[in-house]
């Protein structure tokens, strides 16, 4: 049986909890495969509302087993915080989710660091969320890492913890004038998570590999999206692992042949969170009506995110890096606002017209937008549930998309309930 990889076309919080979870509850496994608790899902199941920063959005459907795979960082305290949340409202999270021994832990002098850098960095700030993530893949990448399965070692844990922070603690009080840490006190809080964590401890690559052997379908699940990919998005304004569908493959330990459908989410506009480029961005009213109707504030941080119209620049260089087999526009009922809206087809810089992600940075950073005006809708479309049923220009603004980012758009989301959405091409998520 095929895999599935769910992954964000903009720049993150395109609503890939909604899609995930709808789309859930015909897989078996939901393996997120990259990402720290930066990131963050909503998911409204009819009165309930779910935020989910680290466990897979399938944790809502009994019969999924939730997944955190190699290629996460993970914050030992905050996922106990997140399935103790859970575990009150029957969804069992501790009897099913499994999580990789080769995934990373966020330490707190990852955290401390990452605060201390955007503080220096002053103006020239990423934007990032001061979790710890962009440390902790950065001591993965320079081989000397804490791993999930070290909590499960006394020994080996207080030899990695005291050799990374003998170095950690010379670049706190030497760069950074702080008070080096304790690594008695840190070894103490880690190692007091291990009893609770070693249930869920799995080699999850076997696990994944066995589920599709035995025929049961799996949707892999990334944080963020494809402009905040390290290698492939607005650098530096970016995250720190790869959420594109190639990073699916390394994060969970997956070959290509394996994966037959790649979804690409999107919002009928454009959002980001942090600093970085934005051509569409709006600095109008029209931009403070979008954010308030579409209550465009931050899962894991609270914070505002930018809004801007849609650009299918930005979605046609999505779909060449990804290979998108289906499209899920999501936020369609935010534009029933405005009584006309724009989409970007094209950049204007020194007179000359990019179609297609500029080959510099310089030139998308001052790029101009050109915009394609079409008329928009009146009325509420939250109550559709039928596609043929959304008004006229409705319609004609989903068929504009979908020629504009040359990707079927399958699904699209008209609220944010698992109700609120319909189904514009009537495709099986399982063949």
Not at 50 to 70: M, Q
Not at 279 to 296: A, H, K, S, W, Y
Request: overall charge negative; glycine content about 10%; charged content about 25%.
């Amino acid at each position: 049986m095929p895999a599935t990889i769910i992954v964000g076309a903009q720049w993150g919080d395109e609503g890939k909890g909604k899609a995930t979870d709808l789309l859930a509850d015909s897989t078996d496994l939901v393996v997120r495969y990259q990402g720290g608790n930066n990131a963050g899902h909503t998911v409204i199941v009819g009165d309930d509302v779910f935020k989910l920063h680290l466990i897979p959005s399938g944790i809502l459907y009994p019969h999924v087993t939730p997944v955190i795979a190699d290629g996460v960082v993970i914050d030992p305290k905050v996922l106990l915080e997140e399935l103790d949340g859970l575990e009150p409202k029957g969804l069992e999270p501790f009897d099913r989710i499994k999580v990789s021994g080769n995934a990373h832990l966020i330490m707190p002098y990852h955290r401390e660091l990452d605060m201390l850098i955007e503080r220096r960095l002053g103006k020239a700030k990423l934007g990032t969320t001061k979790r710890g993530i962009g440390p902790a893949y950065a001591d993965k990448a320079s081989r000397v890492g804490l791993r999930f399965q070290d909590l499960f070692d006394e020994k080996i844990f207080r030899q990695k913890l005291d050799a990374a922070l003998d170095h950690k603690n010379e670049l706190l009080s030497k760069v950074y004038n702080r008070l080096p840490m304790d690594a008695d006190e840190i070894a103490e809080e880690y190692l007091g998570y291990a009893q609770r964590l070693a249930p869920l401890h799995a080699e999850t690559s076997g696990l994944i590999h066995e589920s599709l052997e035995a025929g049961r379908h799996i949707i892999m699940e990334g944080a963020q999206g494809t402009l905040l990919d390290l290698d492939h998005g607005t650098y530096p304004f970016v995250t720190s692992s790869n959420p594109v569908a190639g990073g699916a493959l390394t994060g969970a330990g997956l070959g290509p042949r394996h994966i037959d459908r790649v979804i690409g989410i999107t919002k009928a506009y454009v959002t980001r969170v942090g600093t970085g480029p934005f051509p569409t961005e709006l600095f109008d009213e029209v931009g403070d009506r979008m954010t308030d109707v579409g209550g465009e504030y931050g899962t894991t941080t609270g914070r505002r995110r930018r809004v801007g119209w849609f650009d299918a620049v930005l979605a046609r260089y999505a779909n060449r890096v990804n290979g998108f087999t289906d499209i899920f526009l999501t936020k369609l009922d935010v534009l029933s606002e405005f009584d006309t809206l724009k989409v970007a087809t094209g950049y204007r810089y020194e007179g000359e017209v990019y179609e297609h992600f500029p080959p510099h940075q310089s030139i998308f950073h001052h790029a101009e937008p050109v915009y394609e005006e079409v008329p928009g809708w009146t009325g509420d479309i939250t109550e559709v549930d039928d596609y043929d049923d959304l008004p006229r220009e409705a319609r004609d603004y989903v068929d504009l998309l979908e020629d504009l980012c040359n990707a079927p758009i399958t699904w699209v989301s008209v609220g944010p309930k698992r109700s609120q959405t319909l189904v514009r091409r009537d495709v099986p998520l399982v063949p």
